[in-house]
């Protein structure tokens, strides 16, 4: 069993620190097993020889559900899927006394800028599938449904061998460990709306109908799936989860801060050297990320940060901490943990028109102030990133923000709002200079165009596919 579990039972702090050069260094607890074994971490024979299913062992024979729940709620862990809502008490809102319970992965990531599920999905979806069943004992749910983004082709043929490898080696099914405690996990894959991500949106679109967000309250904890009580979480924050019922809620805890304690996989992309995930310890700053993606590419300067996905309002410093409240007092937020460095080649007109017409495009339509107010966003930025701005039109963008802002019917709506704003307030002299000049001043620039892929691969200057649009936040916080 020692030689069996060593992966998983060796951890301790140093041991999971992997130096890269410099000061930075990366932290790995759910990237450890993919950064340790890059042939076959996903494999269920090298997921074995490691340790896996050792922490569902461990819950489902030697631990009461609320005991697990109690665990988790002790280890801080917060949601990574752009809520940041605590996990354990989250679990302890789903009803005891209702059945049938159901726990829902949102594997969906669709916001560009994003990639850490996809990573995590294609490389060890074995540790995502014990993430489930822990999750499923806390709560009791005997089936659970995985929403994977429709793109992924890799990842959803390596989590369909890896569940079915699960259930042929009696993890999943019926009397699991020798218990009475029955689990099964249907995979499937959406049809690629970003609206889709939003969990109660993303339940009608399992249930089979148009993926439109729902009012809440009831919360899915309560009133989910089919009506049922229904638990959705993201790939990353279940991946923490044998390790923290394997090593406790304090080896947790060394990671991080008081508030968001553990580690945050980091998508990182834009004007640096080497764009990647980078998991490190929450409350790292923005200078170590940085510094671990290689800085900027040569020769060029740090102009923009968006620190959390394109909803995040933008940054102009790396002098701030990674972690929920650090970029809330800053006036941002850490989102799903999309990192996009932009460096002084970037118009900063046309990173607001790339990412509003990305967020006019997955509005729902379902309520006013987001299909009408993306879509004007939309229309005024065109014409000044074409020429023809106005010189009221920069007062013009603000209203149309605080017509979004606070009145649409979810966090999509706000978060578009947000990030058109954040680029406004912030460069706004790039703005008027725009309507001044008649023209883009850029665009006799050498530059890498926003929204072009050049490179992408460890070590090249490379840029993201699309500009990164975020995961909303604050106003999405009880799930
Ligand atoms: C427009 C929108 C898109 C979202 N997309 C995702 C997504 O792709 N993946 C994800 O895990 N959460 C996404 N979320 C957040 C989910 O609604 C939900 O908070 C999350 O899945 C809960 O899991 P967690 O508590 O483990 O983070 C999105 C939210 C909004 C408003
Ligand atoms: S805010 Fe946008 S995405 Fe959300 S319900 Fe309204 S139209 Fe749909």
């Not at 995502?128 to 994977?148: D, K, N, P, T």
Request: aromatic share 8%; charged share 25%; glycine share 12%.
């Amino acid at each position: 069993m020692a030689e069996e579990t060593r992966g998983r039972l060796g951890g301790t702090a140093e041991e999971a620190r992997g130096r890269l050069g410099g000061t930075a260094e990366e932290t790995r607890i759910v990237k450890r097993r993919i950064h340790e074994y890059p042939d076959d971490s996903w494999t269920i024979e090298r997921a074995l020889d490691d340790g896996a299913y050792e922490g569902a062992r461990k819950a489902i024979t030697t631990m009461q559900p609320d005991g697990v729940i109690d665990l988790v709620k002790a280890s801080g862990l917060r949601g990574r899927g752009g809520a940041g809502f605590p996990t354990g008490v989250k679990w302890s809102f789903a009803p005891k006394d209702v059945f049938p319970k159901f726990i829902v992965v949102n594997h969906d990531e669709g916001e560009p800028g994003t990639f850490k599920d996809r990573e995590l999905g294609e490389n060890d979806p074995h540790q995502l599938i014990e993430g489930i069943i822990i999750s499923a004992w806390a709560v009791q749910a005997a089936r659970a449904f995985i929403y994977c983004r429709g793109e992924f082709a890799l990842g959803s043929r390596r989590l369909d061998k890896a569940i079915s490898d699960a259930y042929e080696r009696g993890f999943l099914g019926e009397g699991i460990y020798g218990s009475d405690f029955d689990l099964e996990i249907v995979l499937h894959r959406g049809a690629g709306a970003y609206i889709c991500g939003e969990e109660s949106a993303l339940l009608d679109s399992l249930e089979g109908f148009r993926g439109q967000p729902r009012l809440r309250p009831p919360f899915p904890a309560v009133k989910g799936l089919y009506g049922q009580p229904t638990i959705v979480n993201n790939t990353e924050t279940l991946g923490n989860l044998p390790d923290i019922v394997l090593k406790g809620a304090d080896w947790f805890r060394q990671w991080g801060t008081e508030k968001s304690p553990g580690t945050k996989v980091l998508s990182v992309s834009g004007h640096v050297n080497r764009p990647a995930n980078y998991e490190v310890s929450m409350g790292t700053s923005l200078a170590d990320v940085l510094e671990l993606a290689g800085g900027m590419r040569e020769g060029h300067t740090l102009k923009a940060i968006i620190p959390g996905g394109a909803s995040a309002p933008l940054l102009t410093s790396t002098d701030i901490a990674m972690d929920f409240e650090s970029l809330k007092d800053a006036g941002s937020m850490l989102g799903s943990g999309a990192v996009v460095f932009m460096d002084e080649t970037t118009c900063m007109v046309r990173n607001a028109l790339v990412t509003t017409a990305f967020f006019e495009h997955e509005s729902c339509g379902k309520c006013t102030p987001c299909r009408e107010g993306t879509w004007w966003g939309v229309k005024v930025l065109e014409r000044i990133e074409e020429g023809d701005g106005r010189r009221e039109d920069m007062d013009l963008l603000l209203d149309i923000c605080d017509g979004i802002d606070g009145r649409a019917f979810c966090p999509l709506g706000d978060a578009a709002a947000w990030a058109l704003r954040s680029n406004v307030k912030l460069f706004r002299e790039e703005f008027e200079e725009h309507v001044s000049l008649g023209r883009c001043p850029f665009e006799d620039e050498e530059r890498i165009l926003v929204g072009a892929n050049q490179g992408g691969g460890s070590g090249e200057a490379g840029v993201m596919p699309q500009p990164a649009a975020g995961v909303p936040s604050d106003a999405d916080t009880q799930s």
